[in-house]
């Protein structure tokens, strides 16, 4: 069975501000690695994924996050925030080898507001 | 690509009543999901189809049940409704039965049981 934990439930920062959104996962299996965003009334859209390869894998509209095993950590960064990055962004493990059909498996959801 | 529909929107039903949510997914998307996102939480995974037959539930009740169509369309019935059924409901769709392309999902219908 697997598990995600995002470490925080809201990250506020101001425009500009670098941010680091936190994701630990447990798993007694490989893992893929996703991050999905949903602005308000909206669904789930893919910010990126790991696969497999190299360990800092780059996305949509700036963001980036690094695979760390021994730590069991995808934390997501982004050097520089918009306005319109405010949204709740979900961290979500499936696995690798196809149990569970492959189903994701998400975190509770970290809300980012940024502020001018 | 057409992206992944879904219909209604929103939604209120009583409770004891029946509820059919529907999804249209991306034409060669054989793989479908539905998801349960509650108030505050992050999605769960409710089952999934595969070419019509299910092939993977979440810890979901009986009166949770679905149908994938040749069409690349499904349905998710809830049966019975009850008032902690209220949430927003996502379908997501994607090739293959693996996980590497990762899910498109639709805007989700909003469930409210009164």
């Known amino acids: 069975a697997q598990s995600v934990t995002q470490l925080d439930s809201q990250v506020p920062v101001f425009e500009e501000a670098p941010v680091e959104l936190r994701c630990n996962y447990s798993s007694s299996v490989s893992v893929y690695l996703f991050w999905y965003v949903q602005y308000p009334n909206q669904g789930l859209q893919l910010l990126l994924k790991y696969l497999s390869g190299s360990t800092l894998v780059k996305g949509i509209n700036g963001f980036e996050a690094e695979f760390n095993k021994s730590q069991t950590s995808f934390h997501l960064r982004k050097p520089s925030v918009h306005i319109s990055d405010t949204a709740e962004y979900f961290c979500?493990?499936?696995?690798?080898?196809?149990?569970?059909?492959?189903?994701?498996?998400f975190g509770k959801g970290t809300k980012l507001s940024v502020k001018p | 690509e057409t992206g992944v529909t879904q219909s209604p929107t929103h939604l209120i039903k009583t409770r004891g009543q029946q509820v059919t949510l529907r999804c249209s997914s991306q034409s060669g998307h054989n793989t479908v999901s539905w998801y349960q996102q509650a108030l505050g939480q992050g999605p769960q995974f409710i089952f999934q189809?595969?070419?019509?037959?299910?092939?993977g539930r979440g810890n979901f009740p009986p009166r949770f049940s679905g149908l994938q169509f040749p069409n690349y369309s499904s349905e998710l019935n809830v049966n019975a409704l009850e008032l902690d059924d209220s949430a927003l409901y996502l379908c997501?769709?994607?090739?293959?039965?693996?996980?590497?392309?990762?899910?498109?999902f639709g805007s989700g219908t909003r469930l409210t049981v009164v």
């Open positions: 979500a493990v499936s696995d690798r080898g196809g149990g569970s059909q492959g189903n994701l498996i």
């Open positions: 997501a769709s994607r090739m293959d039965k693996g996980a590497t392309y990762g899910y498109t």
């Open positions: 189809y595969y070419r019509e037959e299910e092939n």
